[in-house]
């Protein structure tokens, strides 16, 4: 995609996107979190109440108890008796389950049967009958008091049940936005990954080679991409990803959000070795020249010693090297590494609409240049350079002795 104010409103809707899916996420944990925390009071106090109904049942069992006095237990009963009451209407208040709401009210029923038992017990045992009074005690005041104290358990259960339904169904629907969300942001980054050509991917036909520089009297420094041709097989390519493939594409969206505001030299630098960073490569240099232009000078480079970028000469755009090439023709370039030797590299070209303005090469680690997701990282970070740079060409410093780069705005 060559349009950069299509690409900038890709990205504006790929960030977008992410930031609904991050609230989404946040809305639904914080109610999760509220759920969950009501839960909790909702199980404290539904134990509470338990504990009050077994109590309120021992003090009544105390009136024909020998040697308990009833003028004792009884204030007791009662105000245990107002204190489940009250616990259980809380509870029904604030209870999310229908089915514990059921159960709640059977609860409260149980307890002011309770109240009508124990007022016939009292009745008994101020009239003396104290076998009739033991009798209700243990069946009907006994059986009361353990029927509610049911009715609250299973309401306890039944919103513990609730609270897990209502997580699951959250969670599931947080999968859902968060893998619909990254679908959207992974198609709008496969829609940015520039299409210079119809033409297949170019791999240099130099067979493996050493990535070197070298310095105009021919010590080994930092210079010029050069090819040595060793006779090897080429080794098969993979489709391994240089890191995780969902992490390394988030990160890689993020920078190119980046290299669209980028407005000066230092902060271009600190974006090229964010991008070394994703590619896992061990350095990286930017060669710019003109459309149609004779010749590259590198003008950026991330990964080598501070002063390798003023002795790197300028590439002829007919040389024999992978940078010219991708220079010439426009087309993505492999340099194979050497076994046991120097690293491979990926050479992108840097297309605007006018035409290829320059190259970005990128020093692998390990083998990575055959790697579908280096390749294909180097071509998105290269559709950024160039938007960026192709209004900088004419800054460049044609003449010898060095080179300049001046930011777009």
Same mark, same amino acid.
Request: glycine share 10%; aromatic share 6%.
């Given at each position: 995609?060559?349009?950069?104010?299509?690409?900038?409103?890709?990205?504006?809707?790929?960030?977008?996107?992410?930031?609904?899916?991050?609230?989404?996420?946040?809305?639904?944990?914080?109610?999760?979190?509220?759920?969950?925390?009501?839960?909790? $009071?909702?199980?404290?106090?539904?134990?509470?109440?338990?504990?009050?109904?077994?109590? @309120?049942?021992?003090?009544?069992?105390?009136?024909?108890? +020998?040697?308990?006095?009833?003028?004792?237990?009884?204030?007791?009963?009662?105000?245990?008796?107002?204190? /489940?009451?009250?616990?259980?209407?809380?509870? !029904?208040?604030?209870?999310?389950?229908?089915? $514990?709401?059921?159960?709640?009210?059977?609860?409260?029923?149980?307890?002011?049967?309770?109240?009508?038992?124990?007022?016939?017990?009292?009745?008994?045992?101020?009239?003396?009958?104290?076998?009739?009074?033991?009798?209700?005690?243990?069946?009907?005041?006994?059986?009361?008091?353990?029927?509610?104290?049911?009715?609250?358990?299973?309401?306890? *259960?039944?919103?513990?049940?609730?609270? &897990?339904?209502?997580?699951?169904?959250?969670?599931?629907?947080?999968?859902? *936005?968060?893998?619909?969300?990254?679908?959207?942001?992974?198609?709008?980054?496969?829609?940015?990954?520039?299409?210079?050509?119809?033409?297949?991917? $170019?791999?240099?036909?130099?067979? #493996?080679?050493?990535?070197?520089?070298?310095?105009? *009297?021919?010590?080994?420094?930092?210079?010029?991409?050069?090819?040595?041709?060793?006779?090897?097989?080429?080794? %098969?390519?993979?489709?391994?990803?240089?890191?995780?493939?969902? %992490?390394?594409?988030? !990160?890689?969206?993020?920078?190119?959000?980046?290299?669209?505001?980028?407005?000066? *030299?230092?902060?271009?630098?600190?974006?090229? =070795?964010?991008?070394?960073?994703?590619? &896992?490569?061990?350095?990286?240099?930017?060669?710019? =020249?003109?459309?149609?232009? #004779?010749?590259?000078? %590198?003008?950026?480079?991330?990964?080598? #010693?501070?002063?390798?970028?003023?002795? @790197?000469?300028?590439?002829?755009?007919?040389?024999?090297?992978?940078?010219?090439?991708?220079?010439? /023709? =426009?087309?993505?370039?492999?340099?194979?590494?050497?076994?046991?030797?120097?690293?491979?590299?990926?050479?992108? %070209?840097?297309?605007?609409?006018?035409?290829?303005?320059?190259?970005?090469?990128?020093?692998?680690?390990?083998?990575?240049?055959?790697?579908?997701?280096?390749? +294909?990282?180097?071509?998105?970070?290269?559709? !950024?350079?160039?938007?960026?740079?192709?209004?900088?060409?004419? $800054?460049?410093?044609?003449?010898?002795?060095?080179?300049?780069? /001046?930011?777009?705005?």
């Amino acid at each position: 995609m060559q349009s950069r104010a299509m690409r900038m409103a890709l990205s504006v809707a790929a960030l977008t996107i992410s930031g609904a899916v991050a609230f989404f996420l946040n809305s639904t944990e914080q109610q999760i979190s509220g759920r969950r925390e009501a839960f909790r $009071a909702f199980d404290a106090r539904a134990r509470e109440v338990v504990g009050a109904l077994g109590l @309120m049942r021992s003090a009544q069992l105390a009136y024909v108890a +020998a040697g308990q006095s009833i003028a004792f237990w009884a204030p007791e009963v009662t105000t245990l008796m107002a204190a /489940t009451a009250s616990g259980i209407a809380e509870l !029904q208040h604030s209870a999310a389950s229908l089915d $514990a709401g059921r159960a709640l009210a059977d609860a409260a029923s149980r307890v002011a049967g309770f109240g009508d038992v124990d007022k016939r017990v009292r009745d008994y045992v101020h009239d003396g009958e104290q076998f009739m009074a033991a009798d209700v005690v243990f069946t009907e005041g006994s059986e009361a008091a353990a029927a509610a104290g049911h009715q609250v358990e299973a309401a306890r *259960v039944d919103e513990q049940r609730s609270f &897990d339904a209502f997580e699951t169904g959250q969670r599931r629907l947080q999968a859902y *936005v968060l893998a619909g969300g990254a679908a959207c942001v992974l198609v709008i980054v496969a829609l940015l990954v520039p299409r210079p050509s119809a033409q297949p991917l $170019a791999v240099n036909t130099a067979g #493996p080679a050493d990535i070197t520089f070298e310095d105009p *009297v021919g010590s080994v420094a930092t210079g010029t991409l050069l090819l040595r041709d060793t006779g090897g097989s080429h080794p %098969p390519a993979t489709d391994a990803l240089p890191r995780d493939a969902v %992490p390394a594409l988030r !990160q890689a969206a993020a920078l190119c959000t980046d290299f669209g505001r980028v407005n000066n *030299v230092d902060e271009l630098n600190t974006l090229l =070795g964010r991008a070394a960073d994703i590619m &896992d490569a061990s350095g990286l240099v930017i060669w710019l =020249g003109s459309v149609g232009g #004779p010749t590259l000078r %590198p003008v950026l480079a991330h990964g080598y #010693p501070a002063q390798a970028l003023a002795q @790197m000469p300028a590439v002829l755009r007919s040389a024999d090297n992978a940078a010219a090439a991708a220079y010439r /023709t =426009g087309r993505f370039q492999i340099v194979l590494a050497k076994p046991g030797g120097s690293n491979g590299a990926v050479v992108a %070209p840097l297309l605007t609409p006018d035409g290829c303005i320059g190259a970005l090469t990128a020093e692998m680690k390990g083998g990575t240049e055959t790697s579908d997701g280096a390749q +294909a990282l180097a071509a998105i970070f290269a559709a !950024q350079l160039a938007a960026v740079l192709a209004s900088s060409v004419p $800054a460049v410093d044609q003449q010898d002795g060095g080179a300049s780069w /001046t930011a777009a705005g």
